[in-house]
C-alpha cells in the first residue's frame, strides 16, 4: 500500500513548512540549518506514510511505541533505505531487546535497567545503538519518564561503559511551563554532560509546539509529528 497522491502532497506541503520554520529559528539564534536534524515522528501512522517522507527527503523518523514502531519499521521489511530510526517513547526493560533490534537511537535511557536491557539486545543482534538520556525537566510528573538532572552523571557513565553510543539529552518541555525557561535548564545539564562526555552532542528537543524554543536553545535533533502529518488518528 503506498500513500495517496493527496496525502503525499499534504505530506510535502507540511514538511516544506516546517521546514521553513526551522530555517527561520536557525537564522534567528544566529545557527545554521545543517545543524538542526528533523526527526519525523510517525507514531499512530501507517507504515504508507514512512514511505512517502523517506521519498520526500525525511532522513530521520520516530516512533514512540515499541509494539507498534517493531510492526512498522522491522517486519514491514526494515526501514526504508537511508532511513535512521529513532524510539522516543517510554521504554520498558522487557520491551527494550525489541526495540534494539531495529532502532538507531533510542531518545528515552532514564534508567541503568534500560541501559542493560538495550546493550543485551544491541549485542544480541550485532548492532549499534545510540543512547540519549532522557531528563525529567519537572520533577513533578514521573509518569512522564526521565532521569533527573542530578542522576544524569551516573547514568551517562552507565551508558559509556556499556556497548551503546552515548549520544546526549533528550527531553520533553514540562505541560504549563514556558517551553523556553525549560530549554534554558535542559541546555545547562547539556553543558555539564559536555564537560565529562565531550563527544556526547546531541540534544534532542523541540516539538510541533515549541521547536523554534528548541532551536534558540541549542536542540540539535527536533521531534515533529502533527505539524508534519497532521492530527493523530486516535485524537480525531
Ligand atoms: C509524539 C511525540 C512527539 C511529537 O509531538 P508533536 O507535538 O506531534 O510534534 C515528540 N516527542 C515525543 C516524546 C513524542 O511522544
Not at 541503568?112 to 545503538?129: E, W
Not at 552515548?166 to 530549554?183: C, I, S
Request: proline share 5%.
Amino acid at each position: 500500500m503506498s500513500a495517496t497522491p493527496e496525502r503525499v502532497a499534504e505530506l510535502e506541503t507540511n514538511l516544506a513548512t516546517v521546514r521553513e520554520r526551522v530555517d527561520a529559528a536557525c537564522a534567528a539564534a544566529g545557527r545554521q540549518p545543517d545543524e538542526v536534524t528533523l526527526v519525523v515522528v510517525t507514531k499512530y501512522f501507517p507504515r504508507s506514510d514512512v514511505d512517502a517522507l523517506a521519498a520526500l527527503g525525511v532522513t530521520d523518523i520516530g516512533e514512540n511505541k515499541a509494539q507498534e514502531a517493531s510492526a512498522k519499521l522491522a517486519e514491514e521489511g526494515g526501514a526504508p533505505e537511508g532511513v535512521r530510526t529513532h524510539f522516543i517513547g517510554q521504554l520498558q526493560s522487557n520491551k527494550a531487546g525489541e526495540v534494539a533490534r531495529w532502532a538507531d537511537v533510542v531518545h528515552s535511557v532514564d534508567r541503568v535497567k534500560i541501559v542493560r536491557a538495550l546493550d543485551r539486545g544491541a549485542q544480541a543482534s550485532g548492532r549499534s545503538i545510540t543512547g540519549l538520556i532522557q531528563v525529567d525537566l519537572d520533577g513533578s510528573d514521573p509518569g512522564r519518564g526521565g532521569a533527573l538532572p542530578a542522576d544524569v552523571p551516573a547514568l551517562a557513565d552507565a551508558v559509556a561503559e556499556s556497548g551503546l553510543t552515548l549520544g546526549g539529552l533528550m527531553a520533553v518541555a514540562p505541560r504549563g511551563e514556558d517551553p523556553g525557561a525549560a530549554f534554558v535548564r535542559l541546555a545547562e545539564v547539556a553543558e555539564r554532560l559536555r564537560a565529562e562526555h565531550p563527544d556526547a552532542t546531541m540534544l534532542s528537543a523541540g516539538m510541533s509546539g515549541d521547536l523554534e524554543q528548541a532551536v534558540a536553545h541549542g536542540a540539535t535533533h527536533l521531534r515533529v509529528g502533527t505539524a508534519i502529518l497532521g492530527s493523530r488518528p486516535s485524537h480525531r
